[in-house]
């Protein structure tokens, strides 16, 4: 997760750059892709590995130089894999453009001291090369590559097919408000920014007001069946619309809490779990 963040925050200083990140795709096997780049000229892949420590490549794995431990059975066979599904998704919806792949090392204490013998596999960065980068990576095609985004996340499935299904009602006609964990029971009274504990009107439990709203967004969740927007997670919880402060506040929760994929306006979120 600390590489994640640390290329996630080199992508955001590049000038309007446009990126999917722990996206995934599949129908009975999955692969998750760590960020996906948009370019005028071609998609990237980037699969990010923040190892510490002096490494070989010693028959198609990274070995640790002083342990002799295998940390990883020839990473481009993921990348590899990651590429071809990610070409046959666009060949799907219609899209032609060269896809690109590359594994970069994020730690700044990694060293690969047969270089030549792992690049001769694909493009391998290292934390000191990342500025390469940047004319690589330039922005443009806005429209084109927000279409084609937009495309793969309707295409992605960080939920479809891998939980046992359940029969749902429909979403809409579900009640919105804050339940209760004790009792079970509807609040309407919209969560208060600044309030810390919640009592319960109707058992008069007490609990932190955070753990109550994280608690209604797994409901969400379960009770949706897939991915959902920070403005249903607001509609869910009878956030006020347009109060700033409670959208930042369940943003914050969805963010620490729970799984994303998209961006901005598209971001969409998810918990892997089972739904019984």
Not at 65 to 71: D, R, V
Not at 141 to 167: A, G
Not at 176 to 199: I, M, V
């Amino acid at each position: 997760m600390e590489g994640e963040r640390f290329f996630d925050n080199f992508l955001q200083l590049l000038p309007d750059c446009q990126y999917l990140k722990r996206i995934e795709f599949g129908e009975f096997s999955f692969v998750e892709f760590d960020f996906i780049v948009f370019t005028c000229e071609a998609l990237y892949i980037f699969e990010i590995k923040h190892y510490r420590g002096p490494y070989l490549l010693e028959e198609g794995s990274l070995v640790h130089q002083y342990n002799k431990k295998i940390i990883h059975k020839n990473p481009f066979n993921q990348l590899n894999r990651a590429q071809l599904l990610l070409q046959s998704t666009l060949q799907e919806i219609g899209v032609d453009i060269p896809v690109i792949s590359a594994l970069v090392f994020t730690h700044p204490e990694f060293t690969l001291l047969n270089p030549l013998a792992l690049k001769k596999q694909g493009t391998v960065l290292l934390r000191s090369e990342l500025n390469q980068l940047k004319q690589k990576l330039k922005a443009g095609c806005f429209k084109r590559n927000s279409h084609i985004m937009n495309k793969l996340l309707r295409k992605s499935s960080p939920c479809k097919n891998k939980y046992i299904k359940v029969e749902r009602l429909p979403f809409d006609t579900m009640k919105s408000g804050l339940r209760c964990p004790k009792c079970q029971k509807l609040t309407f009274a919209p969560p208060l920014a600044r309030k810390r504990l919640w009592q319960c009107p109707h058992c008069k439990h007490e609990l932190k007001q955070v753990d109550l709203i994280h608690h209604n967004l797994i409901e969400l969740f379960i009770c949706k069946g897939e991915p959902f927007s920070l403005s249903e997670a607001m509609k869910w919880c009878n956030c006020e619309k347009g109060n700033n402060n409670q959208h930042k506040m369940l943003y914050r929760i969805l963010m620490t809490t729970f799984k994303h994929v998209g961006i901005t306006k598209d971001r969409r979120y998810y918990l892997e779990m089972e739904l019984w």
